[in-house]
T-cell receptor
Framework: GENVEQHPSTLSVQEGDSAVIKCTYS??????FPWYKQELGKRPQLIID?????GEKKDQRIAVTLNKTAKHFSLHITETQPEDSAVYFC???????????FGAGTILRVKS | NAGVMQNPRHLVRRRGQEARLRCSPMKGHSHVYWYRQLPEEGLKFMVY????????ESGMPKERFSAEFPKEGPSILRIQQVVRGDSAAYFC????????????FGSGTRLTVV
């Protein structure tokens, strides 16, 4: 089955700096890679996703890149703000799309 | 659209009791997924169901845990004879056509076993 690893486990940045979170996956047939943000005590919410037929996708301050050859994908947040502080999870679909497998999460702290 | 509805939000059970967690998917969604999240940990897959069928239960413990998604009504995750280690947040998610279209999560049920 799919295995997703996520780094770093915690990340502290100064307000206005950029934050990068990286994930690797094992199943070469995976074709869908979403990112979720979870604030304390709340539900995970989808913030951006990318499919295997594109290498990069951007939505305002958030971007995701995908390298299918190396089987890794990354989340980039620019101009970070205190409200970006949360836990971020990457995920990858199993090859046949049965379910999403999640990384262990990254605690992002944006210091003002 | 009310989104994915889970109830109860909080559930306290004594060791040995049964816990029933309910999940109503978004309107039009026929795929339901259950995940467990331990404190300060990630989301661990438990089971994937479509109406009246269990598609993948590879993440669910073989004993004490069961899930269903009947033709009418919500999906139910049932934990029999709960133990302290079952204390966690249980999230349900739904999708319209499958995992490759993304999930919408419910607010979760926080189970505490005392």
């Amino acid at each position: 089955g799919e295995n997703v690893e996520q780094h770093p486990s915690t990340l502290s940045v100064q307000e206005g700096d950029s934050a990068v979170i990286k994930c690797t996956y094992s199943d070469s047939a995976s074709n869908y890679f979403p990112w979720y943000k979870q604030e304390l005590g709340k539900r995970p919410q989808l913030i951006i996703d990318i499919r295997s037929n594109v290498g990069e996708k951007k939505d305002q301050r958030i971007a995701v890149t995908l390298n299918k050859t190396a089987k890794h994908f990354s989340l980039h947040i620019t101009e970070t703000q205190p409200e970006d502080s949360a836990v971020y999870f990457c995920a990858a679909s199993e090859g046949y799309g049965n379910k999403l497998v999640f990384g262990a999460g990254t605690i992002l702290r944006v210091k003002s | 659209n009310a989104g994915v509805m889970q109830n109860p939000r909080h559930l306290v059970r004594r060791r040995g009791q049964e816990a029933r967690l309910r999940c109503s998917p978004m309107k039009g969604h026929s795929h339901v997924y259950w995940y467990r999240q331990l404190p300060e940990e990630g989301l661990k897959f438990m089971v994937y169901l479509q109406k009246e069928n269990i598609i993948d239960e590879s993440g669910m413990p073989k004993e004490r845990f069961s899930a269903e998604f009947p033709k009418e009504g919500p999906s139910i995750l049932r934990i029999q004879q709960v133990v302290r280690g079952d204390s966690a947040a249980y999230f349900c998610a739904s999708s319209m056509t499958g995992a490759s279209e993304g999930y919408t999560f419910g607010s979760g049920t926080r189970l505490t076993v005392v």
